[in-house]
């Protein structure tokens, strides 16, 4: 009971930290931005709110402005199960890719993270906002 509470307490504190730090979303050329758009409906988070790794994905998410679905996976949620049925196991966060009639499901906050940094981080062409 102590140590549930505790969790629960910790998560609580770590996302309104990640609220009040929130980076700045990278601002795109708005023909950019559409392409990135349209590739992000083909991808969505599963997710825990006060998971850590969780809060990590969806800061990257929110950096690189990137409107991906995200799904709470918590208890009695569907997601939950579409998650268990596609993925293999209920681990977050996760992210899904449909493409071309093809699912994957990435785990690992790491792996998703260095995906997004590859598909969406070219600064290149971005600035970020004043």
Not at 1 to 10: A, D, H, I, N, T
Not at 62 to 72: A, G, S, V
């Amino acid at each position: 009971m102590f140590l549930k509470l505790l969790r629960e307490s910790l998560g609580q504190l770590v996302v309104i930290i990640n609220f009040i730090t929130l980076p700045r979303k990278i601002k795109r050329h708005p023909d950019a931005q559409k392409i990135v758009d349209e590739q992000a409906r083909k991808m969505s988070l599963y997710q825990f709110k006060r998971c850590p790794f969780c809060v990590r994905t969806r800061r990257i998410i929110h950096q690189l402005n990137i409107p991906i679905e995200l799904r709470d996976a918590s208890h009695g949620s569907i997601y939950r199960n579409e998650l268990k049925e596609g993925g293999g196991e209920i681990k977050v966060p996760c992210l899904r890719i449909d493409d071309n009639g093809h699912t994957q499901w990435l785990y690992e906050s790491t792996e998703i993270i260095a995906f997004l940094n590859e598909r969406f981080g070219d600064h290149k062409s971005s600035t970020h906002n004043p």
